[in-house]
């Protein structure tokens, strides 16, 4: 019996190291406050919760982005830890699903190549405006009526916002083309999609552009 009670104890310390839990993860990176070139996964433990920055890798998740999981992990706290790094280390138990998100579904719809074809303000286009858009690195590119241009944006559903472009600096006799769409796509805030039409609106609920797909 003496014997019995110290492997008890000790099974008892080993497992309060150490539990296993379910948890969310995002199907997106985010930034990781105060740490430069370095991505986060978002988790939580419930639907209900917000996201939390997860500083440290999950052990044997080969996490993809554009899907949704719920998982199965092992933590254990870390003796000794760099001071710098976590006193907990996260280990995959099992993939509960794994899921291709709404938004990610969403996002795949508008990857391609776009030509303006109505813009606010203007009666007529003399030369047409592009918009290819890289839903993989969230990403648009093409040229603005003159300019090359290139920017990133950001989407969250049907909202979307655009960065400000860089452009190259060719001069043009008219401007105004440029300088319209240019200012229409600082003003987008949400989009529609209808068939191989791309709407986009300001928070007015101003349609500012309406865009082809090019096949």
Known sequence: MKKIIPLIVLT??????????????????ADCDGVSSKQCLKIRESKDEEWKLLYQEIEGFDYEEGFTYKIEVNIKKVKDSAADGSSLRYKLVKIIYQEKSKVALQTKSLHGNWKVSKMMGLDSLAKSP????????????????????????????NIINFETPFATKMYCTNMKIEDAFFDCLSKTVYYKLDHKNLHLFSKEDELLLTCNIEE
């Open 130 to 157: 592009t918009l290819i858009i890289d839903a993989e690195s969230k990403k648009i590119s093409g040229n603005a009526g003159c300019n090359n241009y290139g920017a990133s944006y950001t989407i969250d559903g």
């Open 12 to 29: 008892i310390l080993l497992n309060s190291c150490s539990e296993n839990k379910i948890i969310f993860v995002a199907d997106s990176f």
